[in-house]
């Protein structure tokens, strides 16, 4: 694809933008960025792209900059029914998503992962996997950096190994991964989608370029349309796919594959990621001696049912990422002894009386916190001990400790998102690890 000379507006000054913009400029493009977010908190970044001779047009005068552009690249992060957007769509321009441009630049064959959850830790193991197994790729794409700030390091490479969020998957035309990875759907984003519909046929279009030579390595257990692509199915939590798990030990058509003690990674939803990394080996034409032991290798990221420290006999887990309804599932379903919750935060609009049965289950009492937490408490209580604390992530902490019992666990999964109190996931992990490790025992503990 030839971009030399073309005037190319990307929308979005966020990370994908920032990439994609740069690389166009780089392919000898004219690149000019709009963003309506406030023009005095994007100088910074402003007189970044303007050292790199990229023009910027920000604040209200981006949503209706009335040039024509040869085209332009969304990035994922920009809703497509912001005044932004629909300036552009009004103006008859095409408009490309971030993705799509960098694999048409690129022009390696692609791993991509989506999912509800999982898709993090998936694409980190297939990266390790990979690159253990002596085959060259980068990850990318939603888990940072963005697919354009690899596509030129991209070229020299075997695969490109990208993660792929439903907003990356809106705008797609041709985009079509060697190998399609799908973990699994569960409600989410209905704070940016109408209805489940909506998000669900966002996500699938992950399949609608593949063809009879492809793969698409699957969640036994989710419904899809009929894919063209070869299947590879997994489930950590019912048999008749292509792996599955018994006794702690992932099985492949039977035959014993990894064991789940032998790796660094905990619970039932971790063992199906592991299961989809494998899936892409073997699609991949790679042996199970060849991908085992980088998988065993591999440590987990942080927030992502992180254990954090025992104290007290107790034991603490930070499982921030849990920004929805099924990470909490999958976090309590994981766990065999007796869990003092600390869930709540963002209102996204789904509801939690789905999980309640599970949570009065495995929990000996729910601590609510944030701008859920009189909703959760309404409908959990009258199943569920609950605590409501209101914004106090501390008094949170304080109040599961004073409930947690000698071989209990405090697991923090909020089961939501955290804009209402903090930066984002990770802050809200980092914070409560950080008050964690500043308890004191009361018994002769270290």
Request: proline share 5%; glycine share 8%; hydrophobic share 40%.
């Amino acid at each position: 694809m030839n971009i030399a000379n073309l005037h190319i507006a990307v929308l979005g000054a966020g990370e994908s933008g920032e990439s994609a913009a740069k690389l166009l400029r780089e392919l000898g493009a004219r690149v000019t960025v709009l963003d309506s977010g406030d023009p005095e908190k994007l100088a910074d970044k402003i007189a970044a792209l303007s050292a790199r001779d990229i023009a910027c047009i920000a604040g209200p005068a981006a949503d209706t900059d009335a040039t024509f552009y040869d085209f332009g690249i969304l990035s994922p992060g920009i809703d497509p029914v912001v005044p932004l957007v629909k300036n552009f769509r009004a103006k008859g321009i095409d408009l490309i998503g971030e993705l799509e441009i960098a694999d048409k630049l690129c022009g390696k064959p692609v791993v991509g992962i989506t999912g509800t959850n999982g898709k993090t830790t998936t694409t980190q193991l297939v990266d390790v996997m990979l690159r253990g197994a002596g085959v060259k790729t980068v990850a990318c794409g939603n888990i940072g950096p963005a697919f354009s700030a690899k596509v030129l390091e991209g070229r020299a490479l075997d695969v490109m190994t990208v993660e792929i969020s439903s907003f990356q998957l809106e705008e797609i035309s041709s985009f079509r991964p060697k190998v399609a990875v799908w973990l699994g759907f569960a409600p989410d984003h209905l704070d940016r989608y109408p209805d489940m519909d909506a998000y669900y046929a966002a996500k699938v279009r992950i399949f609608e370029n593949q063809m009879a030579d492809d793969w698409a390595v699957v969640n036994f257990r989710d419904k899809l349309p009929p894919l063209k692509a070869q299947k590879i199915t997994f489930s950590a939590y019912v048999r008749g796919g292509d792996f599955d798990l018994r006794d702690g030990v992932i099985h492949h058509h039977g035959e014993p594959v990894l064991a789940m003690a032998d790796t660094q990674l905990r619970g039932s939803h971790n063992a199906e990621n592991l299961m989809a990394a494998l899936g892409v080996g073997l699609a991949l034409g790679l042996t199970f001696d060849a991908l085992r032991p980088p998988l065993c290798a591999y440590k987990p990221l942080p927030h992502r049912c992180e254990f954090i420290r025992t104290l007290d006999g107790v034991d603490y887990v930070n499982d921030s990422k849990a920004t929805n309804l099924d990470s909490l599932e999958k976090a309590l379903a994981g766990e065999t002894r007796p869990v003092v919750l600390i869930a709540g935060g963002k209102d996204k609009g789904f509801e939690f009386d789905s999980v309640a049965d599970l949570v009065a289950e495995k929990c000996r009492c729910a601590v609510l916190l944030g701008e859920m937490a009189a909703r959760i408490e309404r409908l959990w209580s009258p199943k569920v001990s609950c605590v409501n604390v209101g914004r106090s992530l501390a008094k949170a902490l304080q109040i599961a400790r004073s409930q947690a019992r000698s071989g209990d666990i405090v697991l923090f999964s909020p089961g939501t998102s955290s804009f209402d109190m903090f930066r984002n996931y990770a802050d809200r992990g980092n914070q409560f690890r950080q008050l964690v490790q500043q308890l004191q025992p009361t018994k002769n503990q270290p």
